[in-house]
């Protein structure tokens, strides 16, 4: 009996036994594919590059900064002007990062017209190459004609050479 009387006590005061008020919150927004991939790239790829390229920029700052043998040995003068070789490259090839990124994320937009626009200039490449041809024929005719006739005329001056120096010994 008093096992009874628990389980109703345990079951009125029980959080399982209140429903869910409902909030004002609403649904989160279902993200697309490329959506999450942007995301997901921007956190695991660009910004630790980031973090990095810019925790080694400072980290090379403080030991060219805050070297306290910089002007007392040969070593410490060399290793101060690794560092102020290194920054600049440092920063260039950072620059060159985000020149590259831009390129691709560009190439990525491009890629939904690509097609289209690559079936358009294959046809104006084309049409480009067969008047080309067809021009270079129209030229050549005339040539070809020139050459073909000389070659005709040297093969006659040929035989009519070859019959009248027959028995003739050179």
Same mark, same amino acid.
């Given at each position: ?14 959080? &399982?036994?209140? !429903?869910?008020? *409902?909030?004002?919150?609403? $649904? !989160?927004?279902?993200?697309?594919? *490329?959506?999450i991939? $942007?995301? *997901? ?12 390229? @810019?925790?080694?920029? @400072?980290?090379?700052?403080?030991? +060219?900064? &805050?070297?306290?043998?910089? #002007? ?10 690794? @560092?102020?070789?290194?920054? !600049? ?7 060159? /990062? /985000?020149?590259? @990124?831009?390129?691709?994320? #560009?190439?990525g937009?491009?890629?939904?017209? +690509? !097609? ?5 200039? /294959? ?28 070659? *005709? ?12 120096? =027959?028995? =003739?010994v050179?």
């Amino acid at each position: 009996m008093f096992f009874n009387t628990l389980r109703v006590v345990f079951w009125t005061f029980s959080c &399982y036994n209140i !429903p869910m008020n *409902e909030t004002n919150f609403s $649904a !989160p927004i279902p993200r697309t594919p *490329e959506q999450i991939h $942007a995301r *997901e790239r921007f956190w695991q790829i660009l910004l630790p590059l980031i973090l990095v390229c @810019v925790l080694l920029t @400072v980290g090379f700052t403080f030991l +060219l900064l &805050y070297s306290t043998e910089l #002007g007392s040995s040969t070593q410490s003068l060399a290793a101060a002007a690794l @560092v102020a070789i290194a920054l !600049p490259l440092m920063l260039l090839s950072l620059v060159f /990062l /985000l020149v590259l @990124v831009a390129l691709i994320t #560009g190439a990525g937009k491009a890629s939904a017209w +690509l !097609p289209g626009a690559g079936a358009q200039v /294959l046809a104006v490449f084309r049409s480009i190459n067969a008047r080309a041809q067809s021009g270079s024929r129209a030229l050549l005719k005339p040539l070809m004609t020139i050459g073909q006739k000389s070659a *005709e005329l040297q093969f006659l001056s040929a035989r009519l050479r070859s019959r009248f120096t =027959k028995g =003739k010994v050179r």
